[in-house]
């Protein structure tokens, strides 16, 4: 089982990034799948969450309005769009499978002038 995210970085205040994660090993197209964080000091949250056929999805209110999650089951892939980034936002940012207990090893998004 592989979890590959890619596309953080360093961004300005306002500024967007998308962030991908490709998975392998696992029926993808069966798995719920979520994005969380961890910022420096403080507890993993999740962020935002879809399910297997994307049909629903639910954000953590500090994203709500400002990150989309999405998915192609064809490509095996979720991603994370997050605009109108603020510095609270740094935090390495995870791909996980909800159910299965699989977590990618992250990207670093960093916020910052």
């Known amino acids: 089982v592989q979890l590959v ?7 300005q ?8 994660c490709a998975a392998s090993g696992f029926t993808f197209s069966s798995a719920a ?5 961890q910022a420096p000091g403080k507890e993993r949250e999740s962020v935002a969450y879809i399910t297997s ?5 639910n954000y953590a209110d500090s ?4 990150f989309t999650i999405s998915r192609d089951n064809a490509k095996n892939t979720v991603y994370l769009q997050m605009n109108s980034l603020k510095f ?13 207990g ?3 090893q992250g990207t670093q998004v960093t916020v910052s002038l």
């Open 33 to 37: 799948m979520s994005w969380y964080r």
């Open 88 to 100: 609270e936002d740094t935090a390495v940012y995870y791909c996980v499978a909800v159910h299965r």
């Open 53 to 57: 056929a994307g049909i629903s999805t």
């Open 13 to 20: 205040p306002g500024g967007s990034l998308r962030l991908s």
């Open 102 to 104: 699989y977590w990618g």
């Open 63 to 66: 994203v709500k309005g400002r």
């Open 5 to 11: 995210e890619s596309g953080g970085g360093l961004v």
